[in-house]
C-alpha cells in the first residue's frame, strides 16, 4: 500500500518549509541587519575610535539644506558655504541664490543675502581676513538637441576714439540678410585708440603726420530672436546694432562668424565681492576683465590674488587671460598669459613660482594645457614637469602642498579620465621642489582608483582623505565610503573610520580650528547602481573626530593669551599650562574649497621655545613660505595631539615683491 501523509504532517512540513524559505529569501536583510549593528557597537568602543576616530552627523535644520558648492573657513571660526543657484535651473531662473553660514562652536546657522550667482565661482583668502569671490553663473547650459535658437559669441566693436558705448542686455543685432539675434547680457565697449603718427614737415619739423584709429572690442553672447534654421551662420559678416544713428551706428557694430545650435556651455559672469566675516555680507569690488565660471583664484606673497581660467560669458575657455586683484585698490589689473583648463590646482612655492599639479575639474581640451608644470610668473615662462603615471586621469584628482611646507613636496591623488570617463586611477605621486630637476615619484597606491577626493591637512603632519567615488559623479552607485591617513614621513596609508555619507562631485572637506574634519556636499548623477534613478544633492554635513581627540582630554596641549598678529620672520609668545609637553608648533591657512580644488591650505612649521609658563614661535619670514593672512596657530604634544587653535594674522611684508608679469 502506498503511504500516504497524514494532513498535520503536511501543515508541518509546509510550515517548516515555508520558514526556511522565508529564512533564505531574508538571509541577506538579516545578515546585513545584524552587520550593521555589529559594526555600530564596534564603532561607538572608545578602543576603536582611539585607533580609527569616529564621525557624527550634524543636525541640520531644514531651512538652512542647501546645495553647497563651496566651503571657506572664515578667520572668525565660522564656515562659509555657498550655493549661488546650487546647480539648479529653477532657482537661477527665479533668482534664488543661497549662502549659509555655520558656527561649528555650537552648530548654529545663519542665511546670508546672496547677490549673485555664486555657483562655481572662485574663492582665496585675503591678508585681512576677508574672503574674495570671483566669476559664478550667467548662464546654464543648453544639450545638444536642446538648443533651438542659433546662437554664439557676437564681438562688439565701437569706432569712436571719443566716447564709449553700453548696450543694454536685449539689444538687436541684424544680419546683412535680414535676421536679427538679441544680447543676453549687458555690454560696454570702451572708446577707441587714437594715436598719432608723426613725420617731418619743411624745415625738418617734427609734426603730426595723420590719426590712426584703432576700434575697441567687447564679446556678447547673442541668440537668434526666432526659432529655426535661418539663424544658422557658417561664414563671417557684420551685423547692424538695431536703433542705433548716424554716427554711432557707423561706430559701432557686431561681428560673428558662426552661429549655431550645438551645444551651449555654462557661461560666466565678471562680478566679484569680498565676504566681510565681522560684519558677515558681501560687498561688492571691481569686475574681472574677463567673466569666468570653474575659475581658480590662488593668493601670492604679496597678498594679490591671481584668477586664472573658467568659462567666459559665451561659454569658451578663457584663452589664457588671467589677471590679478589688489586688495588695496580692490581693483584688476592684468595678469601673466598662460592657458589652463577649468579649476586647475596651483601651489604657490618657495620663491614665488606657481606649480601646477595638472589636477582640474574638467573644461577644456584633453591635449591643451592639462601637462603640470612651474610657472614663472615674473618671467611668464612654464617649465613642464614630467613623472607622472596615468597623466590621462589627472581631472577631478586632488592635490595638497604636504606637510611642513618647508619640505616643499606636493602630492597628487587619485583622478579619472577626461570628461564623462569611467576611469579612475590609484596612483598617487609627490614631486619634491628642493631638487634641482624635480619630477613626480610614485608614491603609496590609494585603496582603489578614486575621483573626488577630499584630501585635508592635520595639525599631526598627516593628510586625511575622505570620499570620492570610481566613476563619474558617482555612477553607478561607486560612491568610496572609506576614508585614511597619508604619513608623508613613511609613505604609507593608514584606515580611518568609515564616513556614513557618500561624497562625490561637488564635495568639500576643511580643517576646523577645533581639529575636527568637516564634510559637504555632494551631487551624484544616479542614485542606483543601474543608473536609472536621478540622484539627489546630498544636504547632510558629517564631521570627523580623529583618533588624536579621543585621548585622554585634560593631556591635551593648550594655548592661553597671546598676540593676534605677527610680522614676517617675528616672534609670538602663549601662556601654556604645562609647556614642557609642547614639541611642535603649526600654522595651518584655511581653506577655500570647491570641486576637489583647495590650493589655500598649508601648513607651515615654525621655530619653539618655552619657558615655564609660555611658549615663543617663530614664524619664517619668506612671503612666499607664509603668505599673509590669516592662520590658525595649533601645538601638538609628542604624540601629535593638538590644541584647539589660536587665530593669528601674518602681516604683508612692508615691500612686496612684483609677482606677475605686467
Known sequence: MA??????????????????????????????????????????????????????????????????????LLRTGKVLLIAGSGNNQRNFDKGTFDTVLWDPSNDTF?????????????????????????GGTARYEVLDGKVTRAGGGMRVKNESPDQAVTLKKGTRF?????????????????????????????GGRMRPWRTKITAAETRVFVEAVREGREGLTTEAAQYEVVGLKGKRADNVYGLAERLSTVKQDFQGIKSAYEFDPRAEKYVPVDPMKDARWYPTLVGLQDGRVL???????????????????????????????????????????????????????????????????LWDLAKNEFKKVGGLTDPDQLETSSSVLLPPAQDQKVMVLGGGGVGESKLSTGRTAVIDLKEENPVFRSTARLPRGTRYLSSVLLPDDSVFTTGGSTDYRGRGASDIHKAQFYYPRTDTFVAAADPAVGRN????????????????????????????????????LEVYSPPYLHRDPALRPALGAGPAQVAPGGRATFGAADPGRIVRARLM????????????????????????????????????????????????????????????????????????AE
Request: hydrophobic share 35%.
Open 110 to 134: 545663519k542665511k546670508i543675502p546672496t547677490p549673485e550667482d555664486f555657483f562655481c565661482s572662485g574663492h582665496a583668502q585675503l591678508p585681512d581676513g576677508r574672503l574674495l569671490v570671483a
Open 589 to 660: 591657512r584655511p581653506s577655500a574649497v570647491t570641486h576637489s580644488t583647495d590650493v589655500e591650505q598649508r601648513s607651515v612649521e615654525l621655530g619653539l621655545s618655552r619657558t615655564k609658563d609660555a611658549v615663543t614661535v617663530e614664524v619664517p619670514g619668506d612671503p612666499t613660505l607664509v603668505p599673509p593672512g590669516w592662520y590658525m596657530l595649533f601645538v601638538t604634544d609628542a604624540d601629535g595631539t593638538p590644541s584647539v587653535a589660536k587665530w593669528i594674522q601674518v602681516q604683508a611684508p612692508s615691500t612686496a615683491t612684483p609677482s606677475t
Open 307 to 373: 584668477a586664472v581660467s573658467g568659462l567666459n560669458d559665451v561659454g569658451d575657455v578663457v584663452p589664457g587671460d588671467n589677471e590679478v586683484y589688489d586688495p588695496r585698490t580692490k581693483k584688476w589689473a592684468k595678469g601673466p598669459f598662460h592657458y589652463f583648463p577649468t579649476y586647475p590646482a596651483l601651489f604657490l612655492t618657495r620663491g614665488g613660482k606657481l606649480l601646477f599639479t595638472g589636477s582640474n575639474a574638467g573644461y577644456g581640451p584633453k591635449d591643451k594645457g592639462r601637462a603640470p608644470g
Open 3 to 72: 503511504y500516504r501523509p497524514s494532513k498535520r504532517f503536511k501543515k508541518t512540513v509546509l510550515g517548516t518549509g515555508a520558514a526556511f524559505v522565508l529564512v533564505a529569501l531574508n538571509a541577506p536583510a538579516t545578515l546585513s541587519f545584524a552587520g550593521d549593528t555589529y559594526h555600530a557597537y564596534k564603532i561607538s568602543q572608545s578602543s576603536y575610535k582611539i585607533q580609527y576616530g569616529s564621525w557624527d552627523l550634524i543636525g541640520l535644520p531644514r531651512q538652512y539644506r542647501i546645495n553647497a558648492m563651496h566651503a571657506a
Open 174 to 202: 541684424r544680419s546683412p540678410s535680414g535676421v536679427e539675434y538679441v544680447s543676453r547680457f549687458d555690454v560696454t565697449v570702451p572708446k577707441a585708440k587714437r594715436e598719432f603718427e608723426v613725420g617731418y614737415g619743411q
Open 505 to 540: 562631485y561637488h564635495s568639500e572637506a576643511l580643517l576646523l580650528p577645533d581639529g575636527r574634519v568637516a564634510t559637504f556636499g555632494s551631487d551624484p548623477l544616479f542614485a542606483d547602481k543601474d543608473n536609472t534613478r536621478l540622484g539627489t544633492f546630498e544636504h547632510r
